[in-house]
């Protein structure tokens, strides 16, 4: 059996009309009347335009996608993670441009879940000011980006591309200082560099709980290049500790 929707049904010329030399379309799952433009539809193929337009509306569209989504959950997650691990670097360059091109959207944003979600806020910079102290030296913190070749033990986000917006700036900032282990010690044996979006996802989770193969960033390369660092590899940077000064108090004679 043909599509009932193809050019050449009697349906397809029931759902197209002109007005006022405006050629408009009727959705076919709410029925209304909407301009034939990518405003109101998707088109069957962006490549090809002229295949034509999708027979239902945008609207319309990302609500059966939404049904479908929530109706099919293992499926549409796995579908996602696949898109994700096969994209890494056009969805990395999309977010970048994104931020660029909506500062004050993104400053909006920003401004509003802050006003609205109080409690996170809090728990969030509680666990900021919690977590923000290793005890590693400036020499040390080097030696570990160098040796995640200054991109995030994680994802593998390159440290030029770590961003943030600030004041409605858009401003690259350096990677954090991942705890691998949430309780662990401050030393470098627990310090790996991360990027905000990995560090705030990992949370307070175990590595193995966090990093595996329902990750969409995950890779056995970068997890075992973990491993070795925190087994055996930090020894090598570890600097002796500084000796301590004694106090003496100049005495006149």
């Known amino acids: ?12 010329f029931e759902n197209i009309r002109e007005i006022n030399n405006i050629k408009e379309r ?3 799952q709410c029925e209304e009347w909407f301009p034939e433009t990518t405003e109101y539809f998707y088109l069957h193929n962006k490549s090809k335009p002229e295949k034509g337009y999708q027979a239902e509306c945008k609207k319309c ?9 929530v109706q099919n959950k293992e499926r549409t997650q796995e579908s ?9 670097e056009k969805r990395l360059k999309e977010f970048k441009q994104w931020n660029i091109d909506n500062k004050e ?3 909006i944003f920003n401004s ?10 809090r728990e969030y910079n509680a666990y900021r000011q919690m977590h923000k102290k290793h005890v590693i030296d400036k020499q040390e913190w080097q030696a570990c980006k160098d040796y995640f070749n200054h991109k995030c033990a994680y994802c593998g986000l390159p440290a030029e591309d770590h961003l943030r917006t600030y004041k409605g700036e858009l401003q690259v900032i350096d990677l954090h200082k991942e705890h691998v282990d949430h309780n662990g010690l401050n030393d470098l044996s627990n310090c790996i560099p991360s990027c905000q979006s990995c560090n705030s996802s990992k949370n307070k989770k175990l590595l193995d709980e966090f990093y595996n193969e329902d990750n969409p960033n995950y890779t056995k390369e970068r997890y075992d290049k973990i491993m070795m660092w925190i087994e055996e590899d930090y020894k090598k940077y570890i600097q002796p500790p500084k000796p301590k000064g004694k106090y003496t108090r100049k005495v006149n004679l």
């Open 1 to 12: 059996m043909g599509n009932k929707y193809t050019k050449t049904s009697p349906i397809f």
């Open 61 to 69: 569209t990302s609500v059966r996608s939404r049904n479908n989504a």
């Open 105 to 107: 959207r993104r400053k």
């Open 112 to 121: 509003e879940f802050q006003k609205n979600n109080p409690d996170k806020v």
């Open 80 to 88: 996602q993670n696949k898109y994700y691990v096969d994209n890494k």
């Open 26 to 28: 009727k959705c076919t």
